[in-house]
């Protein structure tokens, strides 16, 4: 029945077996009018569905005996398969093989060549497409060969169990097996590229099991050949059935996505198919999760990024979406403890794998700036952030904008329909990076301006605070991204309102975008000024250490753009804001938040200059040290130059008194002692008096001590003045004190403060601290 040569002992034994499988493959005179490659590929894959079955039986004997006749067998089909194509013939790499009993079949070109030349018809000049050149075209094999419905269905049986044989032997085969099958069947599908789907499982599952066993070679090579020629054909269920096995991703798994991605013409296939499975879930599913990790394999391989050109926008989009997923689900599974390493090291959770793939998907398309500006700024780990993934959206368009702007027009475009999404993720990350990209003034103009003005009006209206965030940062986009303010009738009532707002990003964008307007070429200062007058002193002292500092800085910006009216006694608004903001300014400079403490001393200096007070040193001691004498000197021209102020001052200073903050209460007890110290007994009323009396007899038990000792000695400055007030005013005695306020009454002298350090003995006249013998006593 079978060439006898095949089992017997001479020493031409593979040359024999090769040379007879071809022959018994050889068409008969009925199939003669085809091609002769197309009718020996048909032949020999159904003489190797029964090979493999005379073999698998075979395989159980020999395998005890160290040969393995499976492995010779379908090593003789490839290379038939493969010379029948016009492929060269080799002999596999022995190097691959660290078993000298197993069997491998000898090249011998000469013999093979003249088999298969003996069976092309004369005249013949056509051959089969090989896999190398270009992938197998159904269309193009229709017009090359004319088969019957029943020949075709019988090679396409034939092929089918040979695929069945190759998983079976991928699973349990050595060494020789696995190159002998996976060089079959790879051989059979880039030649006809038939369809297999109720094998590509098995064969994935037998790929599995034997790559991790392969050395590099010939062998590894032709294993992967088969995923190759599956995925070419099969993508879709090629990637359904690697992905269950890719959470987590092992050794064996890493290879095999990379082995794809480094494959041109199915790397494009693959990621398409990740990407659906990648946007298909509503929540982080496992099948979603393990596309992540494919994709993170996959794109890391260098090249692969360019397959993903005419998708590259959704790919992105659908990643950072994934990661607002993962950061706001909080059910989605976590890694594993423990992970088989892979050569980059495995990622230590799904957010810090979708951020590699990120990162990867940027740094191949040649956005290493944009990762590097996104690392300085620390936007990858605001994106993997419950609560700051949106503002890692903004950093991320802010940074494409500034360094990737070829593909701005493709995102803005995907964007739009996903502004009006059901998903929330999905809609509020379209949502963030629809707003960063109108950073960009050519992407704005994709869309009419009125369009895009339209609908952030109604983000505005949203009831939810994230929503009118994102549309009050958009219209700060469309308005300020060149040199003049556009749109001023819709953007300052916006920022005005926005001050009110109990969300710190919608105060702070505010603060920030009025900052952005005052620094613009004719700025409205007098309008803002006005409008800032009741809405800016309550934000001085917001619990929100950031929406001070911004308030403080914004000041500090209208006293500057305004100081030339200021000098000359105009913008009384901004005057009026400026004698409103003294106190807060002063204390400030003692806040626990340095940012605050910063921006208050550059706004006192800013005031200094348009007021022309001379008090910039001081200003500047105040801050940084504890200098009584430096603040009594900022005090004494303060009542000097607004003696009508001086009410307002003290009852600004007296609510300072119940702060949470023993920096700010005892600042604001010595700064109520000076105060009161040089204010004239004319310009106080009693019952602001009494009313300082009881709450600085209160806080002379405050636990601090410090607090305390302070307490003591402005609460002697007050029983001083209200003494002076209860004097007869008549005569010498009332010109005196009209003359010098303080007279008879002695200087406050304050311990030093556990909060600053102490000034250098001599500045300011100061000789050093007071000695408890020079306090006043009572």
């Not at 003290?650 to 600042?667: I, K, V």
Request: one cysteine or more; hydrophobic letters at 40%; a positive charge.
């Amino acid at each position: 029945m079978f060439p006898q040569p095949l089992f017997g002992t001479c020493s031409h034994r593979h040359a024999s077996t090769r040379h007879h499988v071809c022959l018994w493959a050889r068409p008969g005179p009925a199939s003669r009018s085809g091609l002769p490659g197309q009718d020996f590929l048909g032949g020999a894959v159904a003489d190797a569905a029964l090979w493999g079955t005379m073999a698998g039986g075979v395989w159980g004997r020999a395998r005890g005996q160290g040969a393995a006749v499976g492995a010779l067998t379908l090593t003789a089909v490839a290379e038939g398969i493969r010379a029948s194509q016009g492929q060269p013939l080799g002999p596999p790499s022995t190097s691959s093989q660290p078993k000298p009993q197993e069997l491998e079949p000898e090249a011998e070109p000469q013999v093979q060549a003249d088999t298969t030349a003996s069976e092309v018809e004369p005249g013949s000049g056509t051959t089969a497409p090989t896999a190398s050149n270009e992938p197998y075209s159904p269309h193009n094999a229709q017009e090359a060969v004319l088969e019957g419905p029943g020949k075709r269905s019988l090679e396409e049986g034939a092929l089918a169990d040979l695929a069945l044989y190759t998983a079976a032997c991928l699973e349990e085969a050595g060494f020789a097996g696995t190159q002998a099958t996976a060089l079959t069947l790879s051989s059979a599908l880039e030649a006809r590229g038939e369809k297999l789907e109720d094998q590509v499982h098995a064969l994935v599952r037998g790929l599995l099991v034997q790559v991790p066993n392969l050395a590099e070679g010939r062998s590894r090579r032709a294993a992967l050949r088969v995923l190759s020629a599956l995925a070419l054909e099969h993508a879709q269920d090629v990637v359904h059935a690697l992905l269950p096995r890719s959470l987590p991703l092992d050794r064996a798994s890493a290879e095999l996505w990379r082995s794809l991605s480094r494959n041109q013409r199915v790397n494009g296939q693959v990621l398409v198919q990740l990407l659906w499975a990648l946007k298909g879930a509503s929540r982080p599913e496992p099948e979603a999760l393990a596309a992540t990790r494919a994709l993170g394999e996959m794109l890391a391989v260098s090249g692969c990024v360019g397959a993903t050109r005419g998708f590259y926008p959704h790919l992105l989009l659908a990643l950072v979406t994934q990661l607002h997923e993962l950061a706001h689900d909080g059910c989605s599974p976590e890694s594993p403890k423990v992970w088989v390493l892979s050569h980059r090291g495995p990622p230590h959770s799904h957010a810090s794998c979708t951020v590699e793939a990120l990162k990867a998907l940027l740094t191949g398309d040649g956005g290493r700036m944009v990762v590097t500006c996104m690392e300085q700024a620390g936007g990858w780990r605001r994106l993997a952030g419950a609560h700051t993934h949106l503002e890692g959206v903004l950093l991320l368009a802010s940074a494409m904008v500034a360094h990737a702007d070829h593909h701005l027009r493709g995102l803005f475009a995907d964007l739009l329909p996903r502004l009006r999404s059901t998903d929330n993720s999905q809609r509020l990350t379209a949502m963030a990076f629809f707003t960063g990209l109108l950073q960009s003034r050519p992407t704005a103009r994709l869309l009419r301006e009125d369009i895009i003005l339209e609908r952030l009006r109604t983000w505005q209206r949203d009831p939810e605070p994230t929503v009118r965030w994102l549309g009050l940062l958009g219209l700060r986009h469309l308005a300020l991204n060149c040199r003049k303010v556009r749109h001023m009738s819709t953007l300052l009532p916006a920022l005005l309102g926005a001050l009110g707002e109990g969300d710190v990003r919608l105060v702070g964008t505010a603060l920030g975008a009025l900052r952005r307007v005052l620094v613009q070429p004719g700025a409205p200062v007098r309008l803002l000024s006005w409008q800032l007058r009741p809405r800016l002193p309550p934000l001085l002292d917001d619990a929100r250490d950031s929406v001070r500092a911004s308030a403080v800085g914004l000041l500090g910006t209208l006293v500057r753009r305004g100081q030339g009216g200021l000098r000359v006694g105009l913008h009384g608004p901004l005057r009026k804001l400026v004698l409103q903001s003294l106190v807060p300014l002063l204390l400030r400079l003692h806040d626990p938040s340095q940012d605050t403490a910063e921006s208050s001393e550059w706004t006192l200096a800013r005031c200094d200059k348009a007021f022309r007070w001379g008090l910039l040193e001081e200003m500047v001691t105040v801050a940084h040290y504890d200098s009584p004498e430096a603040l009594s000197r900022v005090c004494h021209c303060l009542v000097q130059r607004y003696p009508s102020q001086i009410p307002c001052f003290l009852s600004q200073t007296q609510g300072y008194l119940r702060s949470p903050q023993d920096p700010l209460r005892r600042a604001a007890t010595v700064l109520l002692g000076f105060l009161v110290y040089h204010a004239s007994p004319t310009h106080v009323n009693q019952d602001l008096l009494d009313s300082l009396f009881q709450d600085l007899g209160q806080l002379q038990s405050d636990p601090e001590p410090a607090v305390a000792a302070a307490a003591h000695v402005s609460t002697q400055q007050v029983a001083l003045l209200a003494h002076a007030q209860g004097q007869p005013r008549q005569g010498l005695l009332l010109r005196l004190i009209s003359r010098n306020p303080h007279w008879a009454r002695p200087t406050p002298c304050y311990a030093d403060s556990p909060f600053q350090r102490r000034c250098l003995e001599g500045r300011w006249g100061c000789n050093g601290p007071c000695s408890p013998g020079l306090m006043p006593s009572f």
